[in-house]
């Protein structure tokens, strides 16, 4: 049943990832939020592809296999949506690193912690955990940027990425049961 359960959760990303594959409008609005939530996503989504890239190097279990390759494929390509994003807006594609001070920072993973993962003795609980707290992180920078953004292009990707998280948090928490 958890093959199902996998299933599930990668058609629920790819459909995120292929949803947006236009790039916004530029006649659609755009305000300093939207701005910052992307350049901060595509940051917080190398960060979770280099995640996912050590999970699928190290892990034995073929559910966190076919998950890890999930999160990277569908960030990458999430990735090249928002650098679209930002070109067409003609902004940078990346904020100043005072900028995300403004914007209550950005929740990231810490460098240290990915070289304690690539070293765990318990690898699939460490890296489970460390994803869920990235895929919560992004989860709340989504939220923000439903509330406070202007784009409804990028608005309703924010929502999508909330629904696909939660999904990978549920699916994790319950690989993390077994």
């Not at 990458?76 to 990346?94: F, I, K, S, Y």
Request: with cysteine.
């Amino acid at each position: 049943m958890r093959g199902g359960h996998v299933l599930a959760v990668l058609l629920l990303l790819l459909s995120v990832a292929c949803g947006q594959a236009g790039s916004a409008e530029k006649a659609e609005p755009v305000n300093a939020d939207d701005v910052m939530f992307v350049q901060m996503m595509v940051q917080h989504h190398r960060q979770g592809i280099e995640i996912a890239g050590i999970g699928a190097s190290r892990t034995a279990d073929p559910e966190v296999k076919t998950l890890t390759a999930a999160i990277e494929s569908t960030q990458q390509d999430e990735v090249e949506m928002m650098l679209r994003w930002l070109h067409d807006w003609d902004q940078p594609l990346t904020a100043a690193s005072v900028a995300h001070d403004h914007h209550g920072g950005m929740p990231e993973t810490d460098r240290q912690r990915l070289q304690q993962l690539r070293k765990s003795q318990n690898f699939d609980y460490d890296l489970l955990t460390v994803l869920i707290e990235h895929q919560d992180g992004a989860v709340t920078m989504a939220a923000d940027e439903v509330t406070r953004g202007a784009n409804p292009a990028v608005q309703q990707w924010a929502a999508q990425v909330q629904t696909s998280r939660r999904a990978q948090i549920a699916m994790m928490t319950d690989l993390l049961k077994r």
